[in-house]
């Protein structure tokens, strides 16, 4: 889920069935966005629309325009891309996937997008990219493996935008699911939804867990804190259950609730405002 402060308007997307919703908060309502263009990160524009990341690639889109596409493959490395975030200077950083639950998968990357639009390997050596989020003081990138079941930190240098010091920030138990979506609150805890753990949990600086919620569902997927005062968290759910060998030893998603429903819960703590993308919407002209 992604929350614009600006309009008080919530944002998520159903990947597998391609389709983007929205909550307006002032209204009460939620709407239908669109049909056909799948999403699986998008982070807000400064100017107005989005960047979307997703499994063709990397592509700027300011709907009802077509999107238009910024990347498919960066020095033959291909762009399947999963989450993204923004940081403070308008650059963008998604992770790729190439998941081979029979075999052994291609590699997989964390790739930086610059204002100009161009794409740049940020680190590699990655399994399943997952979640993005920056700490409260910016010195910091946290980044979900989740295959590797492992939140990662990086130091993250604000004028170049390159990360150093890949070190491991939690290693997620086997039966607490995988690590998927991220989020920091506003005294610097990070918060990550477990893959088939139907858990959210919350740690503190040094990784140390503080707080665990649990969800009926599952597969609960991601996570964003928004309302007025970003003391209101949105927890998505995925409904569609692929049993991969990484799973919790017992797991049947046949005898469980596995998700599909958006969760909302008031926060003892409050959240923090997403950073915007400044990437230039003529960066790049290729058609979809």
């Not at 998941?99 to 930086?112: D, E, H, I, K, Q």
């Not at 805890?189 to 477990?194: E, H, L, M, P, T």
Request: glycine share 8%; aromatic share 12%.
């Amino acid at each position: 889920p992604l929350w614009d402060d600006k309009k008080q308007i919530l944002y998520w997307t159903d990947i597998d069935g391609k389709k983007s919703y929205r909550y307006l908060w002032n209204e009460c309502r939620h709407e239908f966005v669109q049909k056909g263009f799948q999403v699986n990160g998008w982070t807000m524009q400064e100017s107005d629309g989005f960047v979307v990341t997703n499994s063709s690639g990397i592509w700027l889109w300011n709907p009802p325009a077509e999107p238009i596409l910024l990347a498919s493959e960066l020095d033959g490395k291909d762009c399947v891309m999963n989450d993204c975030i923004a940081d403070p200077e308008g650059r963008v950083y998604s992770g790729s996937y190439h998941y081979n639950p029979t075999g052994v998968a291609a590699p997989s990357y964390l790739f930086r997008i610059d204002t100009d639009g161009s794409v740049h390997v940020a680190d590699e050596g990655i399994q399943f990219s997952n979640g993005l989020a920056f700490s409260a003081d910016c010195n910091t990138l946290y980044f979900s493996d989740s295959v590797a079941r492992c939140i990662y930190s990086y130091n993250w240098e604000r004028e170049t935008g390159n990360l150093s010091n890949r070190r491991v920030f939690v290693r997620v138990p086997r039966e607490h699911g995988f690590p998927d979506g991220l989020t920091v609150d506003a005294e610097g805890f990070v918060w990550c939804a477990q893959w088939f753990g139907a858990r959210i949990t919350r740690y503190d600086p040094d990784g140390k867990v503080q707080r665990v919620v649990t969800f009926p569902a599952t597969q609960t997927s991601s996570l964003a804190f928004g309302g007025p005062g970003l003391d209101t968290m949105f927890v998505t759910s995925a409904a569609l259950s692929n049993m991969l060998a990484e799973a919790p030893r017992g797991y049947d998603p046949d005898k469980v609730l596995v998700g599909g429903r958006l969760y909302r819960m008031r926060s003892d703590v409050q959240g923090r405002r997403e950073y915007r993308s400044r990437i230039r919407m003529d960066a790049r002209s290729a058609p979809p």
